[in-house]
């Protein structure tokens, strides 16, 4: 990937609160036009990323750039071409959605008025934000007043948006016309945001990073991510003598462990083998050895990105 395809890099980003790494050696990759799902438990270390990206902190060790300037040294550059949602936006109450939008971009567009006022239309219907555009900000709904503060930071039409739990406190359907929204932006611009929920990265992301204690647990585009959890688990469908198909396969040194739930007159089999190599070439032949076994069906199996969260968080944690 060339730089001028990655919009977030970062090597050794690290911070240190009172001698404690809460952010400990990032190295982030956030290709352009990605939606980077930034994934992680309560205190994994979101927010601290996101202001370091920002400039909004400094980092304690380690160096980055976004869309090409430097995290410390072009802070007020990068907050001028970045639009960024914090987890809790706070507005003017009094104001509407559609003075609240003007007057952001009043700070970023010069020239004739026309022109700014056709940006926030633009903006408002985007949001889907029309049949309220014209009511003061404290009479709208929690997701409501989520799109409009997306719509503020994207207001200047920033080739990066960050977004801290743009949907994290919003009922489904409301969660549902943010991602619908993210999705919008995938053309024109890049989208960084920060969940703990899984479903919303499986729905809209492309790339995904786990962030677990402050560490990266796992990086990368979502299929890789959801394959690296998957790829060494078999399912076995099975009719005929199931204990002697187990301990076959048990006799084979790429297998792992072998868990046998009967159905009837079948049995499925959940096979974890430490050589995938070995298992694609090898399984369904130690199975067909036995005449008087039949395989129904054969198959890896495909974890959602849950399983693969949870074993990574879980894994990382430490016993108290
Ligand atoms: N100013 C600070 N001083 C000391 N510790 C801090 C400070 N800011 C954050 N922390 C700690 O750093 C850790 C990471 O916090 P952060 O807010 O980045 O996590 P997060 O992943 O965004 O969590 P959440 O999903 O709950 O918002 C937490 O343990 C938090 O208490």
């Known amino acids: 990937m060339s730089t001028d395809d990655v919009v977030v890099a970062t090597r050794g980003l690290t911070k240190t609160y009172d001698g404690v790494d809460v952010v400990r050696q990032l190295d982030l990759r956030v290709p352009r036009h990605s939606i980077f799902g930034f994934l992680g438990p309560n205190g994994a270390g979101k927010t601290t990323t996101m202001k370091m990206l920002l400039g909004l902190i400094r980092p304690t060790g380690g160096t980055g750039t976004i869309v090409g300037l430097d995290i410390v040294r072009d802070s007020p550059d990068i907050r001028a071409r970045i639009g960024y949602l914090p987890q809790e936006p706070r507005f003017y109450e009094h104001m509407t959605s559609r003075e609240t939008l003007r ?37 709208l709904s929690g997701g409501e007043r989520q799109r409009l503060g997306i719509a503020q930071a994207q207001i200047h039409a920033p080739e990066l948006l960050i977004l801290d739990e743009p949907a994290a406190a919003l009922d489904p359907l409301g969660r549902r016309d943010v991602l619908a929204i993210l999705e919008r932006f995938r053309e024109t611009s890049t989208v960084v945001y920060s969940t703990h929920i899984l479903d919303d990265v499986q729905r809209v992301s492309d790339t995904v990073c786990i962030l677990n204690q402050g560490e990266i647990a796992a990086q990368g585009p979502i299929g890789d991510v959801l394959a690296s959890g998957s790829g060494l688990v078999y399912s076995v469908e099975v009719e005929g003598d199931v204990a002697r198909a187990r301990d ?12 046998t739930s009967i159905r009837g007159t079948a049995a499925r089999l959940r096979v974890t083998v430490s050589d995938a190599d070995a298992a694609e070439s090898q399984l369904q032949r130690v199975l067909l050895a036995d005449d008087a076994l039949v395989v129904r069906e054969f198959g890896r199996l495909t974890t959602d990105l849950e399983g693969i969260f949870i074993d990574l968080v879980e894994g990382g944690r430490d016993d108290d």
């Open 103 to 139: 007057f952001a971009a009043g700070f970023f567009f010069a020239g004739p008025r026309e022109g700014i006022d056709a940006r926030v239309a633009h903006m408002i219907d985007l949001v889907g934000l029309s049949r309220v555009a014209d009511r003061p900000v404290k009479s």
């Open 248 to 259: 076959a396969l048990l006799g084979q040194p790429w297998v792992d462990e072998v868990q």
